[in-house]
């Protein structure tokens, strides 16, 4: 596709359930990229992948965090065991390089824990 | 301390007038500087990358000082469209991943 999509939109999940995120990123970007963002503040780094290789996941904040991109295409984030401090957007972007010059972004899934 | 700061205002300003937002960052290895606009309950969009002698893009420049560590935007003549957040993004040498500011937020007010 043109763009980077996310999917799904929102999702509304029960304390201690399990969610799952999906990216597409852009046709031929080597390069993946979560971040999460917190209402007033500005994106934070979860994990990097280059193809399908993940070369970068100091950022996930637990070990309920987990994301994976087997072909190096799609990815997903999963959340285990969700708590209300993980509410947050989820962002996704691709770049094509490391990302020196800027990334594309999707337009995030929202994720709220009742 | 945070990588990357920045005032997260709110800057009301009327149409027309001219506004600059600042933003310092903390590791001086940083390679790649950028301004990003993220408008209401949407993603990130590159406004404009900022390069070290100062780039410029219609009413919109940006400045860096690597010595102060120091990062700029000025928008002149802003318009109501030009209303959204303004995040300050940073690349580390050697490092995968984009740094934000909090993002600075702008009203124009017609």
């Known amino acids: 596709g043109a763009g980077v999509s996310q999917s799904p939109r929102y999702k509304v999940a029960k304390r201690g359930q399990d969610v799952a995120l999906r990216c597409d990123p852009i046709?031929?970007?080597?390069?993946l990229f979560w971040y999460q963002q917190a209402l007033g503040q500005g994106p934070e780094f979860l994990t990097y992948f280059q193809n399908e290789a993940q070369l970068d996941k100091s950022g996930l904040p637990s070990d309920r965090f987990f994301a994976e991109r087997p072909e190096g295409s799609v990815s997903t984030l999963k959340i285990q065991r969700t708590q209300q401090e993980d509410s947050a957007v989820y962002l996704c972007a691709s770049s094509w390089d490391r990302g020196v010059y800027g990334y594309t972004f999707g337009s995030g899934t929202r994720l709220t824990v009742v | 301390r945070k990588e990357v700061e920045q005032d997260p205002g709110p800057f009301n300003v009327p149409e027309g007038a001219t506004v600059a937002f600042n933003c310092t960052y903390s590791?001086?290895?940083?390679?790649?500087f950028f301004w990003y606009r993220q408008d209401c309950r949407k993603e990130p969009k590159l406004l404009m990358s900022?390069?070290?002698s100062g780039n410029e893009d219609g009413r919109f420049t940006a400045q860096l000082n690597r010595a102060s560590q120091y990062i700029s935007l000025l928008i002149r003549d802003s318009k109501l469209s030009d209303s959204a957040t303004y995040l300050c993004?940073?690349?580390?040498?050697?490092?995968?991943?984009?740094?934000f500011g909090t993002g600075t937020r702008l009203t124009v007010i017609p």
């Open positions: 900022v390069y070290s």
């Open positions: 046709s031929g970007h080597v390069s």
């Open positions: 993004v940073v690349i580390q040498t050697g490092a995968n991943n984009l740094f």
């Open positions: 590791n001086s290895a940083s390679q790649s």
